[in-house]
């Protein structure tokens, strides 16, 4: 199916000043799930262009602080958030954390990442489960007992195992689809909600 970059969540997210259509997705998930409150410290991994952050900026309010992480430049400015243009898999996060004064430990973990999508769906699925990998491996030195984690993941022979492994690490694992994602997606988040590490 082709693309269309002028479908209705795209218009609704133009209209209403949000840098992406995605906010929509995590506008689902905090909707059903209740992972965002004021004050929490955030950590948003594939941050670019910036509407996730700016959903979350909101809904944590000005005592709350993001930390957002992409390999692109954020360009939108937000008074309770700090973008960094680096590869998370090539850094050390808890360096980051200090060096731009944030507590050492989050409240909540959120990863949109995605690679640049091939001609190959398999090949698209691994790259996603190795940042999906990455971004549990993230959560796990950064989140608070009791934290949430929501984890973009192409469905694909390795999305379940994800799925099950987040089982060890979270009191409650969900998976979910937002119906704003695109038809042609084969795109889905996990939600872990109480981390027990
Ligand atoms: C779907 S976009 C995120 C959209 C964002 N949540 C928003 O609402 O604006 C996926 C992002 O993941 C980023 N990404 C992919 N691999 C990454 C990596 N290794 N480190 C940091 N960011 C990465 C891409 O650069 C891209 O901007």
Redesign the pocket.
């Known amino acids: 199916m082709a693309y269309k970059p002028n479908d209705f969540y795209a218009r609704k997210a133009k209209s209403e000043n949000f840098?992406?259509r995605?906010?929509y997705k995590l506008e689902e998930i905090d909707k059903k799930y209740r992972i965002f409150k004021k004050g929490q410290q955030i950590l948003d991994?594939?941050?670019?262009?910036?509407?996730?952050s700016q959903y979350a900026s909101t809904a944590i309010g000005e005592s709350g602080k993001i930390l957002g992480?992409?390999?692109?430049p954020v360009a939108i400015k937000l008074s309770n958030a700090v973008f960094i243009t680096?590869?998370?898999?090539e850094f050390d996060i808890q360096l980051l954390v200090t060096a731009h004064g944030f507590k050492e430990k989050f409240d909540v973990v959120i990863s949109?990442?995605?690679?640049s999508t091939s001609s190959n769906r398999f090949t698209d699925q691994a790259r996603s489960y190795d940042?999906s990998i990455?971004a549990l491996q993230t959560a796990i030195r950064v989140l608070k007992t009791g934290g949430s984690f929501i984890c973009k993941i192409f469905d694909g022979p390795d999305a379940k195992s994800f799925g099950d492994e987040l089982k060890t690490y979270f009191k409650l694992v969900h998976s979910f689809k937002p119906k704003s994602t695109r038809k042609s997606s084969k795109e889905f988040f996990f939600i872990g909600l109480g981390s027990c590490f």
């Open positions: 840098a992406a995605s906010v991994l594939g941050a670019a262009p910036g509407s996730w992480i992409d390999l692109k680096s590869n998370i898999q949109d990442m995605a690679p940042l990455t």
